[in-house]
């Protein structure tokens, strides 16, 4: 039974990747950034987990790949001739919200302009069920709340630590998801 296990504290993790800077997806507010920190105070947020990738293999530094198995595209660095994995873990992603510049969801527009990254997109059909809505897709959800934030969409599904960089109100809070993560080493 799921229940039986447990998620790792941080005091939990390996420490050997305290040394190595994490490259992962960005901007600030990222369930990818605040993974990243339970690793490493060393930090480097890029705007796709691509150029992340090329950061690992551009810097002289050591430095390692953190990547969120709900992405799309994770094959890419599983089946690679320039990375492979070297650990997974779970790790819960902060909580997932559903937020915009109004005070509530009855003062959206009839049919918002609603911004997400792939992955906790499919949350709005949960979110508001027979709402009629235009999915913008974000790089990441910090991307969608800046965009929120912008007034470029109506609102976005984003992580609370990105809501509240952002001065934007939590309609609707999702939980936490946990989530399997990967770090990437380049080849050798």
Known sequence: MINEFRILSRAEYRTDYRDHIIATLGPSGTSSEFVARQLSERVML???????????????????????????????????????PIGAFFCDTPPYVLASKNKCVQDMPDRPRISSHRAPAHLLEQILPDAAFTLVEADSTSAAARMTAESTVDACITTKIACEKEGLTALYDTGVIPMLWTLFARKA
Request: glycine share 6%; no cysteine.
């Open 46 to 84: 890029l705007g796709n987990y691509e150029m992340a990738e090329a950061f690992i293999h551009d810097t002289d530094e050591n430095a390692l790949l953190l990547v969120a198995n709900a992405y799309q595209y994770i094959n890419r660095f599983y089946i690679s001739q320039r990375t492979g």
